[in-house]
C-alpha cells in the first residue's frame, strides 16, 4: 500500500491526488474490516448552511463517495430523509455510540439559544447551543467545519445581535478547525479520511490540519510576480496584483491557490480580492474587501 | 553605497527571508532530532545575516532622502525564543510627524499609509500585511502603540522589518 | 377533537423551520411556520464599506448565495447611479443562471424526492420510519439512480458558475457593472460544455421524473393551496436582444 505522505515519482504529487490516495487507503481497510465505518454525525448551527453544500461540490473524493465507503452519516439537517422528533430522535441515539462530530455554523448563545432552533425534542425548543454543548461533550472528535464555527465568522459579524461564538468557547475540549467561508470540500474529507486511517492529523498553534493550512496565499499566489515588481491594479479585471485594492492573500493561510475549487477550476483572485474567508477574524478583520480609494492619486 | 550596491543588498534580503520561511517549513515538517537542529542553526545564521544587511541600509539612509519603499518582503514568524534578542536599532535622526501629518498618511488619495507604535512612524504603503492600506481591520494614519502591545507582545521583531520614517511628536 | 402536530425540524431545507399545525376532524383550520434562525444581516451592513455588502450578503443562504450578491449588486448600482452594459448584464445574469440550476436540481432531488422515493440503505441518512411511498419498485429505483446521479449534475452547476466566479458558494465574480473579471474563450467554451451535459440531464431524467411522481401523486395538486397571491421581481427578463427568457415583474 502507499503511503500517501512518502509517495515517489511517477506517484502523482498533487492536492488532489494526496487527498485521493487518503481516501482510497480508507476505504481499503474498512472493506478488509480493519475498519468499522464510524458515524457521522453533521450539525448545521447559526450560519448559511453552506459548508454542507460545499460537501456536496467535492468532485474527488465526492459526497456519494464519502456516504457509501467512508462514514455512515447518521445526522445532517439538509440531507436526512427523516424529519422532526424521529430526526431529533436520531441525533440522541448516537450519544450512547461512538461518533465523529463535525459543526457548521456559529453557537448563537442570546436568549439562552433562542435565536437559533435547531429541533424539537420533547415537546421543547432544542437550541443549536444544547446540541452543540451535548454532542461535542460525548463525540470521540469534533471538527469545527467553516468559519462560523471556527470562530463565528460572518454569523457573528459586528453588532452580532444573536450574540454568536465559535464553537470553541463552548465546547471545552481538542477540536480540528478548518476556517473557510465555506470550507473547501477536500479540506474536510481530507481530514475526516486521515481522523479515519492515521488519528488527528498534524495541527498547527490554531488547531489547522498543516496538510491544507501551512502556507500563505500570497506566497503561492500565480500574481506575486507583480507584487514583487511593485505592479499593482486599479481595477478588477486586470492581471496584475489586486494587492491596492484590499486583497487579505498575503494574510491568509491556506493551499486556495494550488487547490482551486469546484473541480479545481478557478479560486477567488482568479476573478476578484481575496476577502481573507480562511483567516481567523473573518469578515469583520478582513474587510474591507474593496478598495479604490488606494490607487487614486 | 550607490544605487546598484543597495539594489544589490535589497535583494540580498529578500534572499534570506525566503530562506528563512524555508527554513521554518522545513522545522515544521521534520520530526528528526539532529536535522531540526541543524535547521535552527542555520536559522540562527540567517537572522544575523539578515540585522547585518538591516544596519547597513538603515545607515545609508540616515544620508540619503528618503526613497519610497519597494514592497516588504514576507515576514516570517520566528522561533520562539528570539523575541527578545533583537534590539531596536532605529536611526536617530528621522524628521519629526505631527499627529495632524500622521492622520492625513491613510494610505488613501495617493497619500501614504503610516502607523506610529511607541513613538516611531513608520511606513506601511506597500507592507504586505497591509492591503488596502488595513490590517486586521484597523486603518493606516493612526497610533496603534496599543494595539500593537495586545496583538504582537513579544513580537517586537516586527517592528525591524518595517521602515521608520519619523518620530511622532 | 382538536390535534396539534409540530414538525420541527422540517429537514431537507437550507436553514431552520418549525410547523405547527392544527388539526380538527383530519382538516387543517391553523398553520403556522417558524423561520427559526436570526442573525441579523441587515444590522451588520451599517458602517460597512458598501462593496462588502456583495460578498458578506451571499453569507445568508449557502444554497442561493448568488442571488443575493446579485441583488447587492443591483442595490449598489441603483445607489451609485451606474449604467450597466448589456453585456455586464448579460454575463452576471449567466452567472446567476448557473445558480438556478444548482439550486432546482438540489431542491428536486436531495430536498425533495425523498419524500416519495424510499433511498437504498447504504446510509442512515435515507432511513425514515413513515411516509407516503407509492412508486411501483422500478420506478422507485430509477428515481433512486438519478438521486445519486443529480449529485453530479449540482456539482457541475456550480463549477460552471466557478470558471467565472471564482469559487462556489459564495462567488466573487458577481460586481456592480455586472461581473468582476471579463471571461476569456477558453472560459466560455468550458461553461458552455458543462452546460450541455446538466441540459441533457434535465431534459432525458428530472423533467420526465417529476412528471412521473406528479401522476402517482396527483390528489396532491389539491390539497393545501394557498390564496393565489403571487409577487414576481423579475428574473432574467426584458433583455434588449433576447426579450425576457424566464420571468417578468409583477406577474
Redesign the interface.
Known amino acids: 500500500m502507499i503511503d500517501p505522505h512518502h509517495v515517489l515519482p511517477p506517484e502523482d504529487m498533487s492536492n488532489e491526488a494526496i487527498v485521493r490516495r487518503l481516501t482510497e487507503q480508507a476505504n481499503v481497510r474498512i472493506q478488509n474490516g480493519q475498519l468499522k465505518k464510524k458515524?457521522l454525525v453533521w450539525l448545521?448551527l447559526?450560519?448559511?448552511?453552506?459548508?454542507?453544500?460545499?460537501l456536496?461540490?467535492?468532485?474527488n473524493p465526492?459526497?456519494?463517495y464519502m456516504?457509501?465507503l467512508m462514514v455512515?452519516?447518521?445526522?445532517?439537517?439538509?440531507?436526512?430523509?427523516?424529519?422532526?422528533e424521529?430526526?431529533?430522535e436520531?441525533l440522541m441515539s448516537v450519544l450512547d455510540e461512538e461518533f465523529i462530530l463535525a459543526v457548521e455554523g456559529a453557537v448563537?448563545t442570546k436568549n439562552n439559544g433562542l435565536?437559533?432552533?435547531?429541533?424539537?425534542w420533547r415537546g421543547k425548543?432544542f437550541t443549536a447551543l444544547q446540541a452543540a454543548k451535548m454532542l461535542g461533550e460525548k463525540a470521540s472528535h469534533v471538527i469545527a467545519v467553516g468559519a462560523c464555527a471556527v470562530d463565528g465568522?460572518?454569523?457573528a459579524?459586528?453588532?452580532?445581535?444573536?450574540e454568536?461564538v465559535g464553537l470553541s468557547d463552548i465546547v471545552k475540549r481538542p477540536m480540528i478547525k478548518l476556517p473557510g467561508?465555506?470550507c473547501h470540500p477536500d479540506w474536510f474529507l481530507g481530514t475526516l479520511a486521515h481522523l479515519l486511517m492515521n488519528g488527528v492529523p498534524e495541527l498547527d498553534n490554531m488547531d489547522r490540519p498543516l496538510l491544507f493550512y501551512s502556507t500563505l496565499i500570497h506566497d503561492r499566489c500565480p500574481r506575486r510576480p507583480f507584487f514583487d515588481k511593485g505592479i499593482f491594479a486599479k481595477t478588477?479585471?486586470e492581471p496584475t496584483c489586486l494587492f491596492k485594492l484590499g486583497c487579505r492573500g498575503p494574510v491568509t493561510r491556506v493551499d486556495c491557490p494550488t487547490r482551486k475549487?469546484?473541480?479545481y477550476?478557478?479560486?477567488?483572485?482568479?476573478?476578484?480580492?481575496c476577502?481573507g474567508?480562511s483567516q481567523f477574524g473573518f469578515?469583520d478583520k478582513m474587510?474591507?474587501?474593496?478598495?479604490y480609494d488606494i490607487t487614486r492619486e | 553605497m550607490n544605487e546598484n550596491e543597495l539594489e544589490l543588498v535589497r535583494r540580498q534580503i529578500q534572499l534570506t527571508f525566503d530562506e528563512i520561511q524555508y527554513l521554518i517549513r522545513m522545522l515544521y515538517s521534520t520530526k528528526d532530532y539532529h536535522t531540526k537542529n541543524l535547521t535552527l542553526n542555520q536559522l540562527w545564521n540567517k537572522v544575523s545575516l539578515l540585522h547585518f544587511l538591516t544596519n547597513m541600509l538603515d545607515q545609508q539612509q540616515i544620508s540619503s532622502t528618503v526613497t519610497p519603499t519597494l514592497p516588504q518582503p514576507s515576514q516570517p514568524a520566528p522561533p520562539s525564543h528570539m523575541n527578545q534578542t533583537t534590539p531596536q536599532t532605529v536611526p536617530q535622526n528621522l524628521p519629526t510627524i505631527t499627529r495632524e501629518q500622521l492622520a492625513n498618511a491613510t494610505g488613501r488619495n495617493g497619500n501614504p499609509a503610516y502607523v506610529a507604535v511607541g513613538g516611531i512612524v513608520y511606513d506601511v504603503t506597500n507592507n504586505k500585511a497591509w492591503s488596502a492600506a488595513s490590517h486586521f481591520g484597523l486603518p493606516a494614519g493612526k497610533d496603534l502603540t496599543a494595539e500593537f502591545a495586545s496583538c504582537h507582545a513579544g513580537q517586537q521583531w516586527i517592528l525591524s522589518t518595517l521602515k521608520p520614517v519619523g518620530r511622532l511628536v | 377533537m382538536k390535534k396539534r402536530v409540530?414538525?420541527?425540524?422540517?429537514?431537507?431545507?437550507?436553514?431552520?423551520m418549525?410547523i405547527d399545525v392544527m388539526l380538527e376532524q383530519n382538516k387543517i383550520i391553523e398553520v403556522k411556520t417558524t423561520g427559526?434562525?436570526?442573525?441579523?444581516f441587515e444590522?451588520?451592513m451599517?458602517?460597512?464599506?458598501p462593496?462588502?455588502a456583495i460578498?458578506?450578503t451571499q453569507?445568508?443562504?449557502?444554497?442561493c448565495?448568488t442571488a443575493h450578491s446579485v441583488a447587492s449588486s443591483l442595490a449598489l448600482e441603483d445607489a451609485l447611479g451606474v449604467q450597466v452594459t448589456a453585456l455586464g448584464r448579460y454575463l452576471r445574469d449567466a452567472l446567476h443562471c448557473c445558480e438556478f440550476l444548482q439550486n432546482h436540481i438540489?431542491h428536486t432531488y436531495?430536498?425533495t424526492i425523498?419524500d416519495y422515493v424510499k433511498?437504498p440503505d447504504?446510509?442512515?441518512?435515507?432511513?425514515?420510519?413513515?411516509?407516503d411511498f407509492r412508486l411501483p419498485q422500478k420506478v422507485n429505483e430509477q428515481l433512486a439512480n438519478h438521486y445519486?446521479e443529480s449529485?453530479?449534475m449540482?456539482?457541475?452547476a456550480?463549477?460552471m458558475?466557478?470558471?467565472?466566479?471564482?469559487?462556489?458558494?459564495?462567488?466573487?465574480?458577481v460586481?456592480v457593472g455586472g461581473?468582476?473579471?471579463?471571461p476569456n474563450a477558453d472560459q466560455i467554451v468550458?461553461m458552455k460544455s458543462i452546460l450541455q451535459t446538466i441540459t441533457a440531464f434535465i431534459e432525458e431524467k428530472m423533467v420526465p421524473d417529476v412528471y412521473l411522481i406528479a401522476k402517482y401523486y396527483d390528489d396532491y395538486f389539491h390539497m393545501g393551496k394557498g390564496p393565489g397571491n403571487l409577487m414576481s421581481y423579475g428574473a432574467f427578463d426584458r433583455y434588449k436582444d433576447l426579450g425576457t427568457l424566464y420571468v417578468d415583474p409583477l406577474v
Not at chain 1, 477550476?265 to 480580492?273: M, R, Y
Not at chain 3, 427559526?36 to 441579523?40: A, L
Not at chain 3, 447504504?122 to 411516509?131: C, P, R, T
Open positions: 458515524k448545521e447559526t450560519g448559511c448552511s453552506g459548508n454542507i453544500i460545499s456536496m461540490n467535492g468532485f465526492n459526497l456519494e456516504l457509501t455512515d452519516l447518521v445526522y445532517s439537517n439538509s440531507l436526512m430523509a427523516a424529519e422532526g424521529e430526526a431529533i436520531r448563537a435565536y437559533n432552533v435547531i429541533g424539537r425548543p465568522g460572518p454569523s459579524a459586528k453588532p452580532n445581535l444573536a454568536c467561508c465555506p478588477l479585471g475549487w469546484d473541480g477550476v478557478n479560486w477567488p483572485i482568479g476573478a476578484s480580492t476577502i474567508c469578515p474587510g474591507p474587501f474593496i478598495s | 409540530v414538525i420541527n425540524p422540517l429537514t431537507r431545507i437550507s436553514g431552520f418549525e427559526s434562525i436570526f442573525r441579523g444590522q451588520m451599517v458602517g460597512r464599506s462593496f462588502d460578498y458578506l453569507r445568508i443562504c449557502g444554497i448565495s438540489r436531495q430536498y425523498p433511498l447504504v446510509s442512515s441518512i435515507f432511513k425514515v420510519d413513515h411516509g445519486f449529485l453530479r449540482s456539482r457541475l456550480h463549477q458558475l466557478a470558471v467565472i466566479g471564482g469559487k462556489a458558494p459564495h462567488n466573487h465574480g460586481f461581473i468582476s473579471t471579463p468550458r
